[in-house]
């Protein structure tokens, strides 16, 4: 099964900019209904892409500064890394086949 981490702060370099993989994060918040639509499709994703790319998943409400200093205005939002710079990112639930093809541009 694909791994999802929990990003902070702390971790957020290591995690996602210095992966030896591309990463994806999902910037999302519980009480989002769109968020909640996006998140079996992200988990199968991970499960999908397990080894290929890295997944982590950003709570907005416990990591705010996070997501300011990545302009997160709107969420779900979606973060694409390759290399350690950001190479695309998405503001909006995306359904899997649309995933898949930011994922597959990835690689």
Not at 12 to 29: G, H, M, N, Q, Y
Not at 40 to 64: S, T
Not at 66 to 76: D, F, N, T, W
Not at 77 to 91: E, P
Request: glycine share 6%; net charge negative; hydrophobic share 45%.
């Amino acid at each position: 099964m694909g791994k999802i981490v929990n990003i902070t702060e702390e971790n957020f370099e290591t995690e996602i900019l210095k992966a030896s993989i591309p990463a994806v994060v999902d910037f999302t918040a519980e009480w989002c209904t769109f968020c909640k639509l996006m998140e079996p499709v992200f988990e199968q994703a991970a499960q999908d892409y397990d080894g290929r790319v890295h997944f982590g998943v950003v709570n907005v409400d416990e990591q705010k500064k996070l997501a300011i200093s990545h302009k997160v205005a709107g969420i779900p939002a979606l973060l694409f890394y390759k290399n350690g710079v950001l190479a695309d990112r998405v503001s909006g639930a995306l359904n899997a086949e649309q995933l898949k093809k930011k994922l597959d541009a990835l690689l």
